[in-house]
């Protein structure tokens, strides 16, 4: 392939990475921030010491199961919303954000009984007794509390999800940004007062972080709803959204055609993903706690793949719900490259760092080391990783749930869960880092699938084509 082919096919002209930009940087921002405001609440709970740090990172471990399984919720009808902001339907939007509002309720509640009744449990599956670093009963207590708050931030976490996805879907990235940052702002500094205890609060530790994250998930559901409703020009769906719970039997049956796959895939990865932690941690609560500083780094650095495969969904979508099918595909296929060649740089960044960032814990001499090789195993993954998740949205944005599933969760249980179970419990002289890298390398093989899926374009498809039923609100919301 010749230099100008290449660029022709892989590098976009001036007008694609303004319009990437305007999609993706906004994300990148709330993102990075998001990441780094949880990074400096794990560092300030890691300050107490190893238990509560420990305790805390399963509850979260928990709570990212219920967070996943939000994001799948409202993905299905996000695939809808951003194919009809493409053909400018704004009834189709207001649709299907009524339906992320009822399914992200129906989420919640699930969620909230199974912690409720079953929480103490699924902490202790997390706990080895037979940990040289940590005390067992200390740990679940501290997990146990802190889930217990946590809880009351379920719901505005949920309507914030539905809300902020609509508003990207639909164009809006600036807002659910704005909305984020007052958010973590508002969470640092609480976390700064409850934590420690300052301004003459009493110092409350891991439950002081969970306290300051309820309250800032309260403050950005109030910030997105409350813009959302007094800009119906910019949001036309938000007129008469709650004047009736309505959604024609056509597209609610078509949502939840493709969405279903989509809700059982993020269900069943995060649960595979929460079952893969659970193998870890039966070499020790000293594993637990060097994978929770490893991954809350790698996090950080996520950020960029992360936000250009939702920027894959939104930019692809909207080209695909517009009818340009040739466009759609030359743009996912510069995205993909995109998110490979930062994926890979920021790999090495996260490689350079491993070995200082653990020593901001107050924690013991062998977690640290071990958080830094296990770093820099997932840092040799992060290519793989963003490839991976590129070819998933663009397959998303085609309604190609089925698929998904399959190549998504379906390899999560088929090959991460058992390389990882093996490992952990018939090769006991394989070291936990190795392990990590030997889950890494076996993504190579879902490469190779979402290759040949993106490649035959069974994913290009309008998912619009033909008018929805239209609803007209009383003319005092026009």
């Not at 699930?110 to 912690?115: D, R, Y």
């Not at 699924?122 to 809880?151: C, E, H, Q, R």
């Not at 392990?435 to 035959?456: D, F, H, N, P, T």
Request: charged share 15%; net charge positive.
């Amino acid at each position: 392939m010749s230099v100008e082919s290449f660029h022709r096919k892989y590098i976009g002209d001036r007008n694609f990475y303004r319009t990437l930009l305007k999609v993706v940087l906004p994300i990148i921002i709330q993102n990075l921030i998001t990441n780094f405001v949880s990074m400096l609440d794990n560092i300030m709970v890691g300050k107490t010491g190893t238990d509560p740090m420990t305790g805390v990172s399963i509850a979260n471990q928990l709570i990212f199961v219920f967070n996943i399984m939000i994001f799948g919720a409202v993905a299905g009808a996000g695939i809808f919303t951003s194919q009809y902001h493409g053909s400018r339907d704004s009834d189709g939007v207001r649709f299907t954000m009524r339906f992320k509002l009822i399914i992200c309720a129906a989420t919640t509640a699930v969620g909230i009984a199974v912690f409720g009744l079953c929480g103490r449990e699924l902490i202790s599956l997390f706990i080895s007794d037979s940990a040289a670093v940590g005390d067992p009963a200390a740990t679940l207590k501290f997990g146990w509390d802190y889930l217990n708050v946590i809880m009351l931030g379920l719901l505005p976490f949920a309507i914030t999800q539905a809300y902020s996805g609509t508003l990207r879907e639909t164009g809006e990235t600036v807002l659910p940004m704005i909305a984020g940052t007052a958010a973590v702002a508002v969470n640092l500094s609480l976390n700064w007062v409850l934590i420690f205890g300052h301004f003459g609060f009493k110092a409350m530790g891991s439950v002081g972080a969970a306290i300051a994250t309820v309250i800032s998930r309260y403050v950005e559901a109030a910030i997105v709803i409350t813009w959302t409703h007094t800009h119906a020009e910019r949001n036309p769906f938000a007129r008469g959204l709650y004047r009736s719970a309505r959604i024609p039997w056509r597209i609610a049956r078509s949502i939840i055609i493709k969405g279903t796959p989509l809700l059982m895939n993020e269900a069943l990865w995060s649960f595979g993903i929460a079952a893969v932690a659970q193998c870890y941690s039966v070499r020790g609560l000293e594993v637990v706690s060097a994978q929770n500083i490893s991954t809350i780094i790698s996090n950080m650095f996520n950020v960029v793949f992360l936000s250009l495969g939702s920027s894959v969904s939104i930019i692809v979508g909207n080209a695909l719900g517009s009818g340009k099918t040739e466009e759609a595909v030359d743009i996912d296929r510069k995205l993909i490259f995109i998110s490979v060649v930062f994926s890979a740089i920021t790999g090495l960044a996260l490689a350079a760092i491993a070995p200082v960032f653990p020593e901001l814990y107050n924690t013991e001499p062998e977690i640290k080391a071990l958080a830094s090789k296990i770093i820099i195993a997932v840092a040799a993954g992060m290519p793989i990783q963003a490839f991976l998740n590129a070819c998933y949205f663009t397959l998303r944005s085609g309604g190609r749930t089925v698929i998904t599933f399959f190549f998504d969760s379906g390899a999560v249980w088929a090959v991460n869960y058992p390389v990882v179970f093996l490992m952990t419990r018939f090769a006991p002289a394989v070291p936990v880092e190795m392990i990590v890298l030997a889950e890494q390398m076996s993504g190579l093989v879902r490469c190779v699938v979402g290759y040949i899926l993106v490649k035959r374009r069974t994913w290009v498809r309008n998912l619009t084509l033909g008018a929805p039923e239209k609803e007209n609100p009383p003319a005092e919301e026009k």
